[in-house]
């Protein structure tokens, strides 16, 4: 079965600072990723996904995460934080065929200082 | 605006009391997928379904029931309802299983 680990529940940074979040996924083929951010009180609003080729993705927000197959990861970074980053942000696995859900984390959650 | 669409945002209700909350999907996308989210749980998955079939179940009580109809839109029933079934409640979309799914705003659900 697949599963995720997101190993930070809470991270703080400072404005202007970089950031990675950690992602540990578990599957037996090759998957299907994804970070997803959430503001309090609304909905899962999608950053980037993996599918295949270029290990290195880009997404909206400045966002990029890097798939690295050999230590099962897909971690998030950003090179520069702003204040609007603050949020939850969960990590995802999933992949097409019969019956495949997507598989979230258990989120991190970012604060970031002024 | 993802294009899924849940109503009502929020719901009130006493306990023991049945609800259905409703979801329209993104257009096209034949796939939806509930989820459940609370301050103790966090994002547990409840059920898939694929173009009016049930595909994937997870964490989803006997009391809860859910269905996809041929227009594609799906309902969450909660019956029986419990204090600790006070959660927000996510719909989802996506045009295959496991590829991207887009959430809707969910549905806030307070058991008085």
């Known amino acids: 079965a697949q599963s995720v680990t997101q190993p930070d529940i809470h991270i703080t940074v400072s404005e202007g600072a970089s950031l990675e979040l950690r992602c540990n996924y578990s599957?037996?083929?090759?998957?299907?990723l994804f970070w997803y951010v959430q503001s309090p009180g609304q909905g899962l609003q999608l950053l980037l996904k993996?599918?295949?080729?270029?290990?290195l993705v880009q997404g909206i927000k400045g966002f990029e995460a890097e798939f690295k197959r050999s230590q099962s990861s897909f971690n998030l970074r950003k090179p520069s934080v702003h204040w609007s980053d603050a949020a939850e942000y969960f990590c995802?696995?999933?992949?097409?065929?019969?019956?495949?859900?997507?598989?979230f984390g258990t989120g991190t959650q970012l604060k970031v200082e002024l | 605006d993802s294009g899924v669409t849940q109503t009502p945002k929020h719901l009130i209700t006493a306990t023991g009391q049945r609800v259905t909350l409703r979801c329209s999907p993104r257009?096209?996308?034949?796939?939806v997928y509930w989820y459940q989210q609370s301050l103790d749980q966090g994002l547990q998955f409840l059920i898939q379904?694929?173009?009016?079939?049930?595909?994937a179940k997870g964490n989803i009580l006997e009391r809860f029931s859910a269905q996809q109809f041929p227009d594609l839109h799906s309902e969450l029933n909660l019956s029986s309802l419990e204090l600790g079934d006070s959660a927000l409640y996510f719909c989802?979309?996506?045009?295959?299983?496991?590829?991207?799914?887009?959430f809707g705003q969910g549905t806030r659900l307070t058991v008085v």
């Open positions: 989802a979309s996506s045009p295959l299983p496991g590829t991207e799914a887009f």
């Open positions: 993996y599918f295949s080729g270029d290990t």
């Open positions: 379904y694929y173009n009016g079939e049930e595909r």
């Open positions: 257009s096209g996308d034949l796939s």
């Open positions: 995802a696995v999933g992949a097409t065929g019969g019956g495949n859900k997507l598989t």
């Open positions: 599957y037996g083929a090759t998957p299907y």
